[in-house]
């Protein structure tokens, strides 16, 4: 069962990270930075029950490649803790780091990969996976998680509905955006938008020359046949032909038609046969 996070919280200097430090706190006692993820106050009972219980299916999914759900709090306005450690964001890494090999950023994609083919395997959805949705660390572990939302840095990368909400436009596939349809498929469409923003040090966005008003406009090209729709971005500068085929094929138009996490990770794991990630940078 998940412990009533707000019980163990204590705000650090960091903006929106906070620590974990109770002896009885699901971290036993080890202080250790967390993010702290928030539902807005007021929202209805479903969004609540919704949230709730993806939260508990997250602290039950143990993998290297997942940032952990540690504890939750339905005390208005409810929340969960995401285990956070050292790792900074990828695209911090990136833009800072920007002379990691080849061998290197596939190392990356190929991690990202295997903690989205856990998910799979449960089928369960991501619905925001992108380079700001993962953490890494010196030594270049990293982990999917889904907190960028709620982070300042990355607010332009989300589209602001009528509602309030938030919809990270230009890396969802179409069948997501135009109908609300979110599946595995939908994940690995994201997951080719993830691989090309790795590559490109995420030094530019998905669709860079348009409006969110163009991207949705080809997203209906897309849902009406894709004859004249625009895929995410071209190919990165020095990418290897095989690896931006593999983006293509994350981008098909039909669902059904898109690789698996399990074929994408086999794939990438061949290509990064022997890597040993370095030992400091």
Not at 91 to 119: D, F
Not at 157 to 181: I, K, N
Request: charged share 25%; glycine share 6%; net charge negative.
């Amino acid at each position: 069962m998940l412990a009533d996070i707000r019980t163990y919280l204590q705000i650090c200097e960091t903006d929106g990270i906070e620590e974990l430090s109770d002896e009885e706190s699901p971290t036993g006692g080890r202080r250790r930075l967390v993010v702290v993820k928030t539902l807005w106050r007021g929202c209805h009972n479903e969004v609540k029950a919704a949230f709730a219980r993806e939260a508990t299916w997250g602290a039950g999914l143990k993998h290297p490649q997942l940032a952990r759900v540690l504890g939750l709090s339905l005390l208005e306005p409810p929340c969960a803790a995401l285990d956070r450690g050292d790792a900074a964001h990828l695209p911090t890494i990136l833009r800072q780091e920007r002379k990691l090999n080849y061998s290197s950023l596939i190392h990356i994609c190929c991690q990202i990969a295997a903690g989205m083919k856990y998910l799979e395997s449960f089928e369960l959805v991501h619905r925001d996976l992108a380079a700001r949705n993962v953490t890494v660390t010196e030594d270049l572990h990293v982990k999917v998680s889904d907190y960028a939302m709620f982070c300042e840095e990355f607010v332009s990368d989300y589209h602001v509905m009528a509602d309030g909400s938030r919809l990270p436009l230009r890396w969802m596939a179409w069948e997501s955006l135009l109908m609300g349809m979110c599946s595995p498929a939908s994940d690995v469409w994201s997951f080719g938008v993830t691989v090309w923003e790795v590559l490109t040090y995420c030094m530019a966005k998905p669709f860079e020359e348009m409006n969110d008003d163009q991207v949705v406009a080809n997203a209906s090209e897309w849902r009406n046949g894709g004859r004249g729709a625009r895929v995410p971005a071209a190919p990165p500068p020095r990418c290897r032909r095989e690896l931006y085929d593999l983006m293509h094929e994350c981008w098909r138009r039909e669902p059904m038609q898109r690789p698996r996490f399990h074929d994408l990770h086999r794939f990438l794991e061949r290509m990064t046969h022997g890597y040993k990630p370095p030992n400091n940078r």
